[in-house]
């Protein structure tokens, strides 16, 4: 099984900057998609970006290209979501997901509120 464990949310303001950190129990980075989502409240939640633990391809949705960037540490077991020019419609609780490419398994953290006041 794996274990995904976010931290680094909070309160930021407008045009500030956050790094989330996605801890993760397993080593198989080459047959792993991380990913990171977000829900904000009361709506459905989103893909936000994605990096491919093979070919470390990234990938971002429309909505955050430009501002956040998806990046890995394989010797600390962790993903990282450096989100810059933070806007209130960033505002929500951001989700780790890790797909293993070889089981087929999703697995998911608890996530980690971010907050962009104006």
């Known amino acids: 099984q794996v274990q995904l464990v976010e931290s680094g949310g909070g309160l930021v303001q407008s045009g500030g900057s956050l790094r989330l950190s996605c801890r993760v129990s397993?080593?198989?980075?080459?047959?792993?998609?991380m990913k990171w989502y977000r829900q904000p409240p009361g709506k459905q939640r989103e893909w936000v970006a994605s990096?491919?633990?093979?070919?470390?391809?990234?990938d971002y949705a429309d909505s955050v290209k430009g501002r956040f960037t998806i990046s890995g540490d394989n010797a600390a077991n962790t993903v990282y979501l450096d989100m810059n020019a933070l806007k209130p419609e960033d505002t929500a609780r951001y989700f780790c997901?890790?797909?293993?490419?070889?089981?087929?398994?999703?697995?998911w953290g608890q996530g980690t509120q971010v907050t962009v006041s104006s």
């Open positions: 997901n890790y797909y293993s490419t070889l089981t087929s398994n999703n697995y």
């Open positions: 397993r080593k198989d980075w080459a047959y792993a998609i």
């Open positions: 990096l491919e633990g093979d070919t470390e391809v990234t």
